[in-house]
């Protein structure tokens, strides 16, 4: 399997619940990224991971909690979300963080739904 | 701080028109430009990027982009317009190396334009 893999596809959960998105990329990149892609708005980058260390944090509230063990999986934890959180969240990986030289390269996503 | 303008949220042409998007961004020093589609149910795939040289940028599937410093525009063509088009576009920018003389790698996105193609 190439490419970004996300997990799962759809999630829908309650505010009180605690769930995980999985990313996995299978491209050798040493960048990884979560970002939230609402209805009428742009592209939100949330995390960014860069050799399983954190380089960005976008003022992201603690409910969610991102993991990277290892250069290849991404983790979203998830706890305590609200109505407002329900939206498309997009794992990406680059060859590295701090080059624009090396694009983007986005799963499909996974649809959370929080009721 | 850089921002992108997408001014139109959504678009119609038949098929085998041509097509324009439109796509300006606000940055003050050399800017790196993409342009990224996102078909339904899935993530965003790179069309073509611009970083240096040529202003005439080609990219996959048929699409190219002009980008023009005087307009601070970088904007999206294909001369005919496939059904299999029909996506959300998204414009995005970054840092240039001028930047502080180092590269950045985050990037700003637009809110997207919505082609339908009409058979």
């Known amino acids: 399997e190439t490419g970004v893999t996300q997990t799962p596809r759809h999630l829908v959960m309650g505010m009180t619940n605690k769930k995980s998105l999985k990313c996995e990329q299978h491209?050798?990149?040493?960048?990884m990224y979560w970002y939230k892609q609402s209805a009428k708005k742009p592209l939100e980058l949330m995390f960014v991971y860069s050799l399983e260390e954190r380089v960005e944090n976008n003022s992201v509230p603690s409910r969610f909690s991102p993991e990277c063990p290892n250069s290849s999986h991404l983790f979203l934890h998830l706890h305590t979300l609200q109505p407002e959180d329900s939206a498309l969240y997009l794992c990406a990986s680059s060859q590295d963080w701090d080059r624009l030289l090396s694009p983007l390269h986005f799963g499909n996503g996974t649809r959370l739904t929080v009721t | 701080a850089q921002s992108v303008t997408q001014p139109d949220i959504h678009i119609t042409v038949s098929e085998g028109a041509s097509l324009e998007l439109r796509c300006n961004y606000s940055?003050?020093?050399?800017?790196?430009l993409f342009w990224y589609v996102q078909s339904p149910g899935q993530g965003l795939q790179l069309l073509l990027k611009y970083f240096s040289g040529d202003t005439l940028v080609q990219g996959i599937k048929g699409f190219e982009a002009e980008f023009k410093r005087s307009q601070s525009s970088f904007n999206l063509r294909k001369p005919s317009v496939h059904w299999s088009d029909a996506a959300e576009y998204f414009c995005a920018v970054g840092a240039g190396r001028d930047a502080g003389g180092t590269s950045y790698g985050k990037l700003t996105f637009g809110q997207g334009t919505i082609l339908t193609v009409h058979p």
């Open positions: 491209l050798g990149h040493n960048a």
């Open positions: 940055y003050g020093a050399t800017p790196y």
